[in-house]
């Protein structure tokens, strides 16, 4: 211990205590630094918190000058008597300066006292940093002692947060954390659960950054993951005692039990979620019986301390109108009650914002919920949770407007059975911006006479034009063409284009300005779109009629004209889609000139449609190469329109280190379809173009500067040192456990038309709304929590249900088919290469995949890994084998987007779309689970439900050529070739090594239990001249297609 009190790692003794106690130790004490003298204040607190025997071991005193100690035995014994005067150890002893004549003089001076008396310790639960937190609720005012979990380090909490983690600028990731701590964060949550993130080596750095930071460590951390290993990987790293996020019974009792030991040994405390086999607890009775399970399994079982189990018994959406969720409040304020009656010291936390999101975008009522909801809640016992902290602490539930209470408890507390109609009604009456402790009424400065009746065709009584408008915004299609046909021969509006440019544009651009503000959302402006094309498509015939009649042109003005295309090689096309609704609805006239488009397919359309705005799209990384080419073409033709890009493959600083140097007309990234309009608005404004493009080129140079310096700072390791790192780990592969299993055939098998009904139920609904753009916030991230945001939950749900209600069509008309091809083939590894056999014999080589290997340097001592690792060497003599797969979904698409968009329904072409694109990748996810069971059947046994295969949790990878793990999209050609693709499923690929259809995936089987997913990074010339000699190819066209992830500039 140093003067401050604190070990040599800055802990006080309290928090060392409190990270130790969990292992039951025999005795604990203090040694070495200081002399006896100043060691006293540090002895009573010790002695203080600790229920076992306590010693000391101090120096003979200060060292002197030269470092050696003055002190003699009966000057030290004299120093010492202090300790045993006042009862605070059991044992001492010497450290620095001692010899057997000081600890000859302390057994004569302890003889006379009697050891400090054994003693026990209030039971509470006690947590540490580098200073204890020790939880004593109040029982009489739970909210005074409520604890707030900071969760903007959590990369699904906060953008910034992952942006700086994906970009390695942990620094700025530790100023997060610093902040929360500064804002009166008791505890912070990590997480860095994240495709794009190699969880376990960045939950390593962060929490061994955080350790460093004291003005961080201070506090407690929550390890939180969804991946075990990570987890526990930042359990090693915490010297405090931690909150591990989180167990459940999901996974059966083994599983539990197993988990819970290993946080346990850890010192950690656990939540633990009301989740069991059979599915998440929703009623009192579930969540009591869940939670008494795991209590009795944590308590008898594992021998964890009651105190360190926090359970999340869920609080759950009221007020959606369905009668089973009207006591969902009710069952978690009572089971809270019941769950600390009956689980003795146990914690209960929770989702407070999942409660009232049927009322989102009403602030008072919401805000009201969440305060009546804590103030029952923790009447009940709730210890902690993730609320809004400025509004717990404004929204005194005694101050809440007695009215609007009354009204909320009612839901809240269940109080009769049309609660939710009445509440609904008195929420149309209140100022949805004032707050609940200072309620206003529509219209009025306050007080109000009771709840309006709300009219919900009442809007049908305005004027045409005003219907217009209301239709627009709200989506509604069932009354545009009587409506517009109605102004048409009203008299009001003299022309059809008159009406376009009147009434439809008036509601367009309310629709634009909600969009933008961030009040409407992406699937509610697209059926926006389908109700204006409705009416525009009932007036082109009387505009061409008047247009040859008057011989004019009859052409409606508009914002700009905005070309756009997926370019060359590339064949998605739903987020160009999107964009170009979204543009249209904002009065751009847009020119879609489709995909695939080479180069002078684009110029030639921006000269012959005089567009101000060029836009390219690409999703394929090949893509970014051809957006390249067009703006040295766009250069080489003197252009001077902007040009944006985007796109899934796209990025900002992509755009500003290869694009941007090549235009001089102005080059911008745009992240989504939202971005796009105010940045076309600004760019066709002449007063704001200039300036605006000029600080996007300031801001591109700055990270061109930057980009260029991390290649400077970033350490490599040379192929040959990176395949030295792989040769030490690698696997056995001639131990029985690695022993490679042999499929049921090799060559092909085609799985032609598979009834899409077996593969709906495998689908991964994330990705749909990502293409919807809608995203819930933390902790209301991905399917099905979506439902429960405040903010996109009531949308997402509707999405959700019309895009079952179209599946359902497509699943019973046939109008989509899916064909599969999966192939496995004898195989061995020879250094980096994966080599195939044309049969077992193994002498006749037909094909070889080139593998590409890690050499950015690493953090830990990690292999740096190649997918060849994960195949048995061919001088090993092990026969082993390499499985491929194509899948489809997309035949029979182009066919039903063409109806769609006759219809003018870009809202179904787009459901249509996204959801081709799902379906091919739950196709994907079946076959790749029968290939484990039953095909390849490697793990017959496996039983995982979807949730867990989304997980990834089965044996073996599927990775993509042109993606992380395997970064060259020219592989799918000897993929092709091996397995015959196109004629066997109907499936090509394009010059880029695109698939056609779109809605397509493909990729390799790997078997071993020792293969897993990675990512390859930059690597560096030399194994990229080696790569170009190994695939026989030139190495200008190796860097071409390797360009994304090369470590420096060609």
């Known amino acids: 211990v140093d003067n401050s009190g604190r070990t040599l790692s800055g802990q006080t003794n309290e928090a060392f205590w409190n990270s130790m106690s969990h292992c039951k ?9 200081l002399g006896a003298k100043d060691m006293v204040p540090y002895m009573e607190n010790l002695s203080k918190v600790a229920d076992c025997w306590v010693f000391c071991y101090p120096n003979a005193g200060l060292p002197n000058a030269m470092g050696g100690y003055d002190q003699k035995g009966p000057e ?6 202090v300790f045993p005067e006042k009862m605070l150890i059991n044992a001492i002893g010497g450290c620095c300066g001692t010899t057997e004549e000081h600890i000859g003089c302390l057994a004569d001076m302890v003889a006379k006292y009697k050891p400090r008396a054994m003693h026990g310790v209030k039971d509470v639960m006690r947590l540490s940093g580098l200073e204890p937190f020790n939880y004593e609720p109040d029982a009489k005012n739970m909210r005074k002692t409520f604890i707030n979990l900071g969760e903007r380090c959590n990369v699904a909490g906060s953008t910034i947060f992952k942006k700086a983690v994906v970009d390695g600028n942990y620094e700025k990731a530790l100023s997060i954390a610093l902040k929360q701590v500064e804002q009166g964060a008791h505890v912070i949550d990590v997480n860095m659960d994240d495709g794009l993130i190699d969880g376990e080596s960045a939950m390593i750095r962060f929490v061994n950054l955080m350790v460093s930071e004291p003005d961080v460590s201070r506090v407690p951390f929550m390890i939180d993951s969804s991946k075990f290993h990570v987890v526990e990987a930042g359990l090693k790293c915490s010297q405090g005692k931690c909150i591990m996020n989180s167990i459940s019974l999901k996974e059966g009792e083994e599983e539990f039990l197993k988990r819970a030991s290993t946080v346990k040994r850890h010192g950690a405390a656990v939540v633990v979620m009301a989740f069991d086999e059979e599915g998440q607890a929703a009623t009192e009775a579930e969540k009591i019986r869940i939670c008494m399970r795991a209590y009795k399994l944590l308590v008898e079982k594992v021998g964890m301390n009651p105190q360190d189990i926090i359970f999340d018994p869920n609080i759950l959406t009221i007020g959606t109108g369905m009668e089973e969720h009207n006591n969902y409040g009710v069952d978690f304020i009572n089971a809270t009650r019941e769950i600390k009656r009956l689980c003795p010291g146990s914690k209960i936390s929770g989702g407070v914002s999942n409660l009232a999101f049927s009322f989102r975008g009403n602030e008072p009522v919401r805000r009201a919920f969440h305060s009546a909801f804590l103030h029952h809640a923790c009447e009940a016992g709730m210890d902690m949770g993730i609320v809004n902290s400025a509004q717990v602490i404004e929204d005194v539930y005694e101050k809440i407007d007695k009215e609007l209470l009354g009204y909320v408890e009612d839901v809240l507390l269940n109080r009769c059975s049309n609660a939710t109609e009445r509440m609904l009604e008195f929420a149309a009456t209140i100022d949805a911006k004032s707050k609940p402790c200072a309620l206003l009424k529509k219209g009025a400065a306050g007080g109000a006479s009771g709840p309006a009746k709300v ?10 034009g005003k219907r217009l408008e209301h239709a627009l915004v709200k989506g509604i299609d069932e009354f545009c063409v009587a409506d517009t046909e109605e102004c048409r021969v009203g008299g009001a509006y003299p022309s059809p284009l008159q009406i376009i440019e009147g009434p439809l544009m008036d509601g367009m651009n309310v629709v634009g300005d909600l ?13 926006s779109a389908r109700v204006m094309k409705k009416s525009v498509g009932h007036l082109i015939p009387f505009m061409e009629e008047e247009r040859l009649a008057n011989g004019g042109t009859g052409e409606a003005t508009n914002a700009g004209v905005f070309l756009i295309a997926t370019v060359k090689g590339d064949v998605h096309d739903i987020g160009k889609n999107i964009v170009a609704v979204v543009l249209g609805c904002n009065n751009f006239k847009v020119i879609d000139i489709g995909v695939m488009c080479p180069k002078d397919k684009i110029i030639n359309a921006l000269i012959d449609n005089k567009a101000d705005i060029c836009g390219l799209s690409g999703l394929i990384t090949p893509s970014l190469d051809e957006m390249v080419d067009m703006a040295k073409a766009m250069e080489a033709k003197g252009m001077k329109i902007p040009l944006l890009v985007g796109g899934a493959t796209t990025s900002k600083m992509h755009t500003a280190v290869k694009v941007a140097p090549n235009y001089s007309g102005g080059v911008v990234h745009v992240l989504d379809a939202s971005r796009a309009v105010p940045v076309a608005q600004i760019l066709m404004d002449k007063k704001r173009r200039t300036e605006y493009l000029d600080d996007i080129n300031d801001t591109y140079a700055e990270m061109r500067e930057e980009f260029y310096a991390g290649l400077e700072d970033r350490k490599y390791l040379t192929i040959g040192q990176a395949r030295k790192t792989a040769l030490k780990a690698a696997t056995d592969f001639t131990l029985p456990e690695n022993t490679p299993v042999t499929p049921k055939f090799c060559g092909v098998k085609a799985l032609v038309d598979v009834p899409i009904a077996d593969v709906i139920k495998y689908i991964d609904w994330n990705p749909f709304f990502q293409v919807w753009q809608l995203r819930g916030r933390y902790p209301n991230r991905g399917f099905p929590k979506i439902f429960n945001d405040d903010a996109v939950g009531a949308e997402a749900k509707k999405l959700h249900e019309e895009a079952l209600a179209m599946l359902k069509e497509i699943t019973d008309k046939k109008l989509l088919k899916l064909n599969g091809l999966i192939g496995f083939y004898p195989a061995n590894s020879v250094g980096d290469d994966v080599e195939i056999y044309t049969d077992e014999s193994r002498t006749t080589r037909s094909h070889t995949f080139p593998m590409l290997r890690q050499q950015a340097e690493k953090d830990t001592d ?19 084998y390499l499985g491929m797969f194509v899948a489809t979904s997309g035949i029979g698409l182009d066919e039903l987007t063409a109806k769609y968009k006759a219809d003018n329904d870009d809202y179904s072409y787009i459901m249509a779309e996204a959801l081709a694109d799902r379906l091919a990748e739950a196709f994907a996810e079946l076959m790749h689970e029968q290939v484990r069971k039953d095909h390849w059947g490697y793990a017959k046994n496996e039983d995982f439900n979807c949730e867990d295969l989304l997980k990834v949790k089965y044996q073996g990878i599927r990775p993509a050529p042109g993606y992380p793990t395997q970064p060259d999209h020219t592989e799918k050609g000897t993929m092709w070739d091996l397995m015959n693709v196109q004629e066997e499923i109907g499936v090509e690929l394009t010059e880029s090594f695109a698939m056609l259809p779109a809605a397509s995936v493909s990729g390799m089987y790997f078997a071993g239990k020792c293969a897993q997913y990675f990512n390859v990074g930059k690597i560096t010339t030399d194994q990229v001249k080696e790569y170009a000699d190994r695939k026989q190819q030139k190495f200008e066209v190796a860097e071409r297609w390797l360009s994304p992830i090369l470590s420096y500039e060609p």
């Open 25 to 33: 130790p025999m005795a604990i004490g203090l040694n070495c630094a």
């Open 76 to 81: 030290m014994a004299m120093d010492c008597s």
């Open 455 to 464: 009219d919900t065709k009442a809007w049908r009584n305005q004027a045409v």
């Open 515 to 527: 969009f933008g503000a961030g009040k409407m959302f992406l699937p509610q402006v697209i059926k």
């Open 862 to 880: 990690e292999p740096y890994m190649a997918l060849s690792d994960f195949i048995a060497p061919k001088e090993s003599g092990v026969k082993d």
